[in-house]
């Protein structure tokens, strides 16, 4: 690619080039490196690997959307797909995704307000991934204490690191 961008930063795509087919090879690469990320996780490599494969097919999806809005969070009015790219809710507009991207702007506009840091976000992350719900779980208790352990470490962290601004994240 040219590298040329929209005036609402956006890349120019070739012509023929849908942006949701963009999106869609986007998304798979970054499922890549969420698997990736997943396996690095002390909690997740102690829990059985049929869970593991169950717990990703469950929460891969708000995984990505909570990735972007985070991203987004310091970028009002676009969604950052990647560093790179980004995705306003005009350009949104003309490829049928409005309603997905006014979610996630609305999504990230609520982290920005609750001013979530980096150590939140990654245990949000968690605790998404964490769910004891998901279908076909063969070791629901310990997904749920593992879960739990994610909550109380987020919780103790934000009651030291905010005592005057109880943030309601959890």
Request: hydrophobic share 35%.
């Amino acid at each position: 690619r040219s590298g040329s961008r929209t005036p609402d930063g956006s890349p120019r795509h070739r012509k023929g080039e849908d942006i949701v087919q963009t999106l869609t090879m986007m998304a798979d690469q970054r499922l890549y490196k969420l698997v990736k990320w997943c396996k690095s996780l002390p909690l997740f490599k102690n829990i059985l690997i049929d869970d593991q494969i169950a717990l990703l097919i469950n929460a891969w999806c708000e995984l990505l959307v909570l990735s972007c809005c985070y991203r987004s969070m310091s970028h009002p009015g676009v969604i950052r797909v990647s560093n790179d790219v980004t995705l306003s809710i005009n350009t949104a507009r003309q490829h049928g995704i409005e309603k997905c991207v006014e979610k996630m702007l609305n999504f990230a506009e609520q982290l920005r307000r609750l001013k979530v840091d980096h150590y939140e976000y990654v245990s949000m992350k968690v605790i998404v991934l964490l769910t004891s719900d998901a279908t076909g779980l063969k070791e629901v208790d310990q997904v749920r204490e593992s879960q739990e352990k994610v909550v109380h470490a987020l919780q103790d962290y934000t009651v030291a690191h905010y005592p005057e601004d109880r943030k309601s994240v959890v």
